[in-house]
Every structure is written in structure tokens, then in C-alpha cells.
């Protein structure tokens, strides 16, 4: 959940790229100054949100605490900041010929801020403990293609799952095992083409013995290995970074302290960026997004880019609404909406029309995958759904969470539908988010609902399995097509890259024609920035990259 | 007049119970699982959530986590939030700023509102007394958000006269200094309306011609007799004014980004986080009683015909 409104656009927070390459690790001291890159040093403060957990990356499922997970801690892998497309960081290597055992070698010389180096089993303690179930961390199931993750979990019902017979039968992972210092193999229960993809998220963060001492301490003054350590958490008001003088990779900052600072509300910190009280907002407020004010309120001061999250509306379950079980009467909806003038009229311009459910950011993106059935055709769309038989449901009804500003869109939504389809169509308000989610979790809702998703890891992979793959987690229309699963395993076996694109391409085109979800448009992050700073880049998953930010 | 402040303070026990109960009832009322937007939008692993619900007693019906909740309480512990944060301290913190914050406002309320009323209240039908009644009927016709926003633009940003926000958990009155002016405002209308109309009355009273009569000055006719009197209904609506302040204002602390106790109560509102409403809530009912009981006996000093014996 990104910031306590916006958030709740998005799902599962990001493996946010922190640091751009090529621009060396800063260490060149003192205060020199570049006609591109501005000077080494200073400080700078950018808008902040509050954490909802202790800091600990694999208890970090939502943005504000992602931000700052990410500034701190470094994983083996590393996504460009322009691409997003992973390199080695603290990996040496990571190789495989089966795509089910990987031998991983760490690179030597790395510490954490407190002085322990980063060895293998840095890594796989930290895997370990996320992975196991008393431990209740929310992004423990990352670790689940690794083998022996069953075991680790608590297998009991009710309140409790851990009490009695349900406790875990293990507290390892079985597919983890340590070979010497710099050197771990990871064994995967499914063959998994994508696993050196997945290890740069925040979730595969190493971690130092400090941290099995005392997990509470270290959730509020995590020790990290990453280009910034933390030097104070406000709660509420403020977090403080400075530049970690341990850190010897690739992508260290130019700015020697970072402050987060929190803000309710994101007009507060917008202001804050005329008057050059902040330096960095990552979010426009909707007020200076009208006719593009920002644009003229920060002229050169502003960024805008496409990032890894994607808009849908999900259809309830058949079983929850047969209304809309025929796939050619979803199709007619989707056609019947005019993705173009909503994104201009509602949103200015700041989304980008779907052509497809996987985000162009990532690797393996093909364009209009949804093909004519998101292209806006008022007339196809009535003529499908006649064929279809018409709509048996009393009225066409798109749910969404009124906390947050989504009602404009989903009325916007609903009256083109309306004007196309000739069938009645209402936007229906659930109170809050909590509220919202757990009538879709309990499978309570009817109609149609909004969904979000945000991109853990960039890859294809992430679009797909774990939103339209049978029983998985965040499955909220219970689609299931057997062909559609099967070209997912089919995908996680091939060793090499493009072949496996090339099947989670193909899987990816079942969904147009069945239409679990209606791709609606693809996210954009825009950002402003006071005139003290220079180099302020946006990554693919709408973070700041704090390597090349500078003061001028 | 000890024994009826000794009264007044055992009556509040009950009241705070009471009021603690039903608004441990309302949250607990509120639709929505706590947990449902806690890990983005795919549910928890049912070891987190299980740990996150036996930490925070969610499992048990209503009364049973009251009863933890008021054992705790007994003992000055008033929990932890749903982000892990310690309720007690978040308080702390939080309402030294918005109890300067709501002084600064009523300071700024009082004095110029009560000024305001005596001038316009003595020359009824003035320029002055236009002047302010129109001024006061626009003031009260915008809405807070209007005057904070158009306030922190033009005062803050353009023309760089205040910060532009707080952020701060210790600010100074500086800081403080605009956001207290534009939550005074409204007041301002209410205070000089009423000291206004209550004067006017009671310039034409027995007791205020006799004083005159009697070849007592014109100033202290007006500000010994006629004015004391006629402040009983004004110190009724800033003592309530305050007491509202004190429960944070949510607009203007999220305009400001003044980390009051407005904003803490609302969010924990929408992250149905009970405890901490809860335990805000009964610090803010403590205040207002207290509050209230001091307006009691503001008014025995003002009017000696109300007796607390």
C-alpha cells in the first residue's frame, strides 16, 4: 500500500530499484561539482509515508517502508533504474542448467554498517526466517518456489494454525544449503526460469546476526548493507539516512543524508516543493494535475514515466455473479470503454491505455495482447453483446473503495459503458479499503470491481501467475484455465529467457479471450522537485533513484 | 465549592467508562477486517494474520477485549497501534502540538473577537459594525479547506510570509502562527457575534443605566458591568471550542502537515485500528471534561449569582 490513500491503488509493493548504474559508488569525497550531475553531498529531503511495519525487508509488503528497505539494504540483484533490467549486484554469478538448482556465488568484501560481512549464510538465514511460518512475516511467501517451503509453514485451522499438530514440521528450507563462505546452492520444488529475476527483491535481502538476536531492535533501527544506513526513525515524523561509509557496490548515492519526511497529504508536500521547503515529492496532487499546473509551477522541475503497475477491473466469480460469466458479454464491456478520453478528462493524461494485463516496463511485454477487445468500438461491443444474448442482470455495477480517488474514473467508466451497451450501469462505493477487500476476499461482491497491481519484480511472470493462475493469491475472480496454467509450467521450465517470454506471451493471450479482468491503463509516476536539486530521475517502479540525485 | 469540583471530578469516572465502552463498541461495530488492506491487495499468509490478530486480541467477542482493554488501561497502558507503535507515545507527542495549536487559536479568537464585539456592540449600526458583520458573514460562509488552502498559497508560498508546513513535533508559534489564524477564523465570526449581541442587550438594562446614573464613567459602566455579564454565553462557546480544537482539526493539521492528534484519530479511524481511537478518544474525553468543569466555574467568578456551594 503506497501512502495511506494512494496506496491502495497498487497491490504488493515493489522491489524498487534503487540505484542507477554507472555512477560509480561515490566515493570521490569532498564537494565536486559536474555541469550534469551536480555535487557530492549535502542533503535533501523528499516526501515520505509511514511505515506499517518494523523495517525488516521481509516484512515490508507496501511502499513506505519499501522506500526506505530499499535505500538500505542490498540484494544480489539490482534493477537499472532506467530498464529495470536486473544485473548482478552482490552476486557474483548465479547460474543453473535445469532452471531447479542454482549455485550462488556472493561477492567478497561486502559489509553490513555494522562491520559483518555479507557470506552466504547472510542470505540464507535471512531466506530461512522469512520463509518460517511462526515467524509471520507478510512477504514470506516469496520464498515458496524454494523447497521445503511447506514445511516450514504452520499447517493447524483456526485462530491459531501454529498451536499443537499444526506447527511447522521444519524451521529450514530444505532447497537452501550453504557450500563454503561466498558460495549457497537454492533448490526450487517447480522448475523456475525467473528466480535470478526475483532476487532483487527487497523480500531476498541478506541479513546480519545482529538481527537473529534481536529481530524487534533491528525493526526499528534496521542495520542494513545497501548505499544509505538509517540513522534515525521519527515515528510519524521522519526518517533519517545517511550514506553508508561501509558500502562498497556499484550504486551508491551522490547526497550524503536522505530525510523522509511524512506527510498526510500530498498537496501539503507539494506546496512544500514551491516554496523550497522539500525537495522531492513523489506524487502530484490532483489539484496541480489539472491542465498540467504543475508543469507551469515547476517548469524543468518535473518527470513523468511509466512504471510497472497496471489498472484492471476483475470480474466477480461465476460462481459469486453468473452475470457475467459469458466471455463475449466481458469483451463487449471492455470494448464499450473509451480508455482515451477517460484517461484526458479524468486523469490528464497521467495513464497510459491498456493494450494488454502485463505493464510495458517489464521484460517479456508484447503490445495489444488484448487486441480489439480493449480498442473502444461502441458499435462491435453492442453487436457482441447481442450475440452473447444480451445482459440477464438487472444493471452492470463497478465496485470500488471510496477512500481513495477512484470514483470520478469508475462513474467516467460506467457512463460509457452505458452509452454503448444500452445497458444500466452504476458505480457502487464500498466505504473504505479494508471494507472493500474483504467483501472481494470473503467473495462477497458482485459485478465488477476495481483492481490494482503493482510489480514485486519486473518480469512477466509477475503480471500473470500470481493474479490468473488457478488458486493463486491474489486470483480475486477465481480464474482458472487449465491451458493457461499449463503454458505458465510449460514457461518456468525453459532455461532460456526469450523461450519462456515467448510462452507466458502466448498464456497472456488465453486471457483476451476470456477476460477474467478488463485491462484498463498502465500507471505513470510523476514527480517534482525544488530548484535546489538536479538529476532527479524517476526508476520503472516509480521510486526515486537515489544515485543520481545531487544538489546543484 | 470543594466539595461540588469533588463531585464533578467522581462523576467523570463513570463517564469515561461509559464513553470508552461505546466507542470500543462503535469501532468494533465498523465493517472491514483490519487486515484486509494490510499487505496491498492479496490477503496475508495465515501465519501473519493469525499472529496479528492474537497480538491485538481480535479473536475474542467484544467484551472480552474490552475487559483486556480497560485491565491495561487500569494499569496506564494504553496499547500499541496496528503499525506497532506504542499509543501512549504517539499521544505525547502529538498533543503538546495540537494543545499549542488550539491555545494559539483561541488566544487569537478570544482577543479579537471579544474586541471586535465591544467595538461594534457600543457603536451598533456603525461602520465599524457593517464592516464586521459582512466580514464575519463571508468568513463563516467558506469552508475551512478554502481559507487553509488560499492561505498557505498565498501567505506561505508566494509571498513566503509563513512556513509553508509544520512537520515538526516541536513547533514554534511561528510556525504555528497561520494554521492558529485560519482555524481562529471561524471562531473569530462566532465570539464577536455573540459578545456583540449580548452587549447591546445589556447596555439598555436597569443595572448598566443606574451605573451610568450613578456618574460611573462610560468605560467602566461598559466593561465592569454590562461586558462581564455578557461574556457568560461567550466563555460557554470558547470553553466548547476548545474542547473541539483539543480533538485535533483533521483539515487544517493535513493542510499544515501539523502531526496533531486530528489526523491520528482519522487515520486509525480508516485502518480500523480500535486501539488507538480508543485511546485517543479517552484522552480527548478527559479534556473535555475537565474543560467543562473549568467553564463551570469560570462562570461563579463572572456572574457571583452563580453559586457552586
Redesign the interface.
Known sequence: MRGTTRTVAVAAMSAVALLAAGCGSGDSGGSTSSAAGGQTGGEITVRGCNPQNPLVPSNTTETCGGNVIDAIFSKLIHYDAETAKPENDLAESIETTDNQNFTIKVKKGNTFADGTDVTAKSFVDAWNYAAYGPNAQSSGYFMEPIEGFGDTQCTGEGDDPCAGAGMAKAKTLTGLKVVDDYTFTVKTSEKVSNLPVRLGYSAFSPLPEAFFKDPKAFGDKPIGNGPYKLDAWNKEQSIVLSKNDKYKGDFGGKVDKITFKIYQDSDSAYNDVLANNLDITDEIPASALIDDKYKSDLPDRNAQKETGVIQTVTFAPTKVDPNYANPKIRQAISMAIDRDTINKQIFNGTRKSATGWVSPVVDGYKADQCGEYCTYDPAKAKALLTEAGGFKGDKITLSYNADAAHKEWTEATCNSIKQALGVDCVAVGVVDFATFRSQIADRKMKGMFRTGWQMDYPSIENFLAPIFKTGASSNDGDYSNPAFDKLLTEAAAETDPAAANKKYQEAEALLAQDMPSIPMWYGKTTMGWSDKVTGVKITAFGTIDFSSVALK | MGTYVLRRLLQMIPVILGATFLIFAMVFAL????L?????????????A?????KYNL?DPLLVQYGKYVGKLAQGDLGQT????SVA??LK?RYPVTAKLALLAILIETVIGIAAGVLTGIRKGGFLDNLVLVSTLIVISIPIFVIG?LA??FL??KL?LF???V???DPTVYQLLLPAIVLGSLSVAYVSRLTRTNLVENLRSDYVRTAVAKGLTQRRAIGIHALRNSLIPVVTFIGFDFGALLGGAIVT?????I?GVG??IF?SI???DGVSVVGAVTVLVIVYLVVNLLVDLIYGLLDPRITHD
Open positions: 465493517p472491514g477486517d483490519p484486509a488492506g494490510k499487505c496491498g491487495e492479496r490477503p496475508c499468509s495465515p501465519a501473519y493469525a499472529q496479528f490478530r492474537e479473536n496496528y503499525n506497532n507503535i507515545d504517539q507527542l488552502g498557505q498559497y506561505g508560498v513566503g512556513p509553508v508546513t512537520t515538526s513535533s493539521e493535513s493542510i499544515f502537515n502531526p489526523g491520528y487515520r480508516r485502518s480500523r
